[in-house]
C-alpha cells in the first residue's frame, strides 16, 4: 500500500478511537471521522464505500498489524496472533465498550473474521504443510470463527474475562485442533446418508 494511503487510513482509525472513547458508535459519523482526522470527505469515498466499510476495514487493518508484529516478535507457533488482538482492545477498554453494544461492533467482526481466516490459511501452510487444501481451508474457518466467538463474548460480557485468560483459552484450543489434525492421517467417515430432518 502506498505510505500515503496508509497514513491517511491510520489518521482515520485513531480518530475512530478517539471519537469512541466518549461516543457513541452510532453516533460518529462520516463527517465527524473526517474533520476528525484532518482529511477531506472525498478522500475518504476514495478509500471506503461508507462507513461500514470502513469499520470493518479497519478491524481487519488492525488484525492484520497485529499478526505482523506476532511474526516479527517470532511467535510462529500460534495459528492467529491471539495475544496481539485481544491486548490491543484491551488498551482500547473505553472505545472496546462502547463498540460492544453496537450495531457495529457484528460489521467489524465480519471484517475481522474474514481477514483471520486468511491468517490462519497462511499460518497453517507453513506449521502443517501436510494438510489438505480443503482441511487446512476449514481449519482455518473453525479456528476464525472460534476466536472471534471468544471476542464477541468476551466483548458482551464487559471485559468480565481476563485477557489473559482469554489468550491462554484459545492457545489451548488450539493447540488441541492442531493437534489432532497433525497426529495422524485422517480416517474417512463417508456421509451416505442424509440426515433424517432432511427432506
Known sequence: MDERIARTRLRLAHALIALGRT?????????????????????????????????????????????????????????????????????????????????????????GERKLRLIAEANLEKLAAGLHPEERRQTAAFLAGAFIGQLRLWLQNDFRTAPETLIVSHRRLAAGVLGSITAAPPSPVPFDRKPAHVP
Not at 29 to 42: F, T, W
Not at 51 to 70: E, K, P, V, Y
Open 23 to 111: 461516543r457513541d458508535l452510532e453516533d460518529i459519523r462520516v463527517g465527524d471521522l473526517v474533520k476528525a482526522a484532518g482529511v477531506g470527505r472525498s478522500t475518504f469515498y476514495a478509500h471506503f464505500r461508507n462507513r461500514d466499510d470502513f469499520l470493518g476495514q479497519s478491524f481487519a487493518g488492525m488484525i492484520a498489524a497485529c499478526d505482523s508484529a506476532a511474526r516479527r516478535e517470532g511467535l510462529s507457533s500460534d495459528i492467529l496472533p491471539v495475544a496481539h488482538v485481544v491486548m490491543h482492545i484491551a488498551g482500547n477498554d473505553a472505545f472496546s465498550r462502547r463498540v460492544a453494544p453496537s450495531r457495529s461492533m457484528e460489521v467489524m467482526l465480519a471484517a
